[in-house]
């Protein structure tokens, strides 16, 4: 009974114990890791809005207006999340105030990106989202709809989703460049 006991007591100290130095770790990793994901976010926002040096939050974890360093207006970074054949594809986009699409970013597999690998997933190549840059809302359909834009052979879906998620999002977001004000909100 006594060597029960000392083993129940034992085993309760060290997952006690296991579990404070659990939480100190994770305490004292989070900030760095916050910090790493906020200048990952900042580096992919200057990625597809070139010559953007200052972004501020418009809607949250949606848009983002980019300004150089003069605190002009430059253009928008929005986020949308169209649902392509096996998921959400989530795609960054920087659109600027001359109204032409600057870059696309498409997250990876670990950022979210569920699309079918082989296939789908060959939405992040450069051959299909480089076609995305210097682009303006008026040349977004798929060649097979009168546009510019090649999809990918066999994963129609998903490029169909990239291309209508971004029109989508220009259509919520373009009315964010045309405001009276150009200099940085304080």
């Known amino acids: 009974?006594?060597?029960?006991?000392?083993?129940?007591?034992?085993?309760?100290?060290?997952?006690?114990?296991?579990?404070?130095?659990?939480?100190?770790?994770?305490?004292?990793?989070?900030?760095?890791?916050e910090k790493t994901q906020k200048n990952n976010m900042l580096m992919r926002f200057s990625e597809?809005?070139?010559?953007?040096?200052?972004?501020?939050?418009?809607?949250?974890?949606?848009?983002?207006?980019?300004?150089?360093?003069?605190?002009q207006k430059i253009g928008i970074v929005f986020e949308v999340t169209p649902r392509g054949y096996s998921g959400p594809i989530p795609i960054?986009?920087?659109y600027g105030v001359d109204q032409m699409i600057k870059k696309i970013y498409i997250a990876s597999a670990s950022e979210g990106l569920k699309e079918t690998p082989g296939l789908g997933l060959k939405v992040k190549e450069?051959?299909?989202?480089?076609?995305?840059?210097?682009k303006m809302y008026i040349d977004l359909k798929s060649t097979k709809d009168g546009g510019n834009i090649q999809a990918i052979t066999a994963a129609?879906?998903?490029?169909?989703?990239?291309?209508?998620?971004?029109?989508?999002?220009?259509?919520?977001?373009?009315?964010?460049?045309?405001?009276?004000?150009?200099?940085v909100i304080q």
């Open 1 to 33: 009974m006594k060597s029960l006991t000392w083993m129940v007591i034992s085993l309760f100290l060290v997952c006690f114990i296991a579990a404070g130095l659990l939480s100190k770790v994770y305490t004292l990793t989070k900030i760095q890791i």
């Open 48 to 71: 597809v809005l070139p010559g953007a040096k200052k972004f501020q939050e418009v809607v949250t974890d949606s848009l983002w207006i980019g300004f150089d360093e003069q605190n």
């Open 92 to 94: 960054l986009v920087g």
């Open 126 to 134: 450069p051959q299909f989202k480089d076609q995305f840059s210097n």
């Open 156 to 183: 129609t879906i998903s490029s169909r989703a990239v291309i209508n998620g971004i029109r989508n999002g220009i259509d919520r977001y373009k009315m964010y460049l045309v405001t009276d004000s150009t200099k």
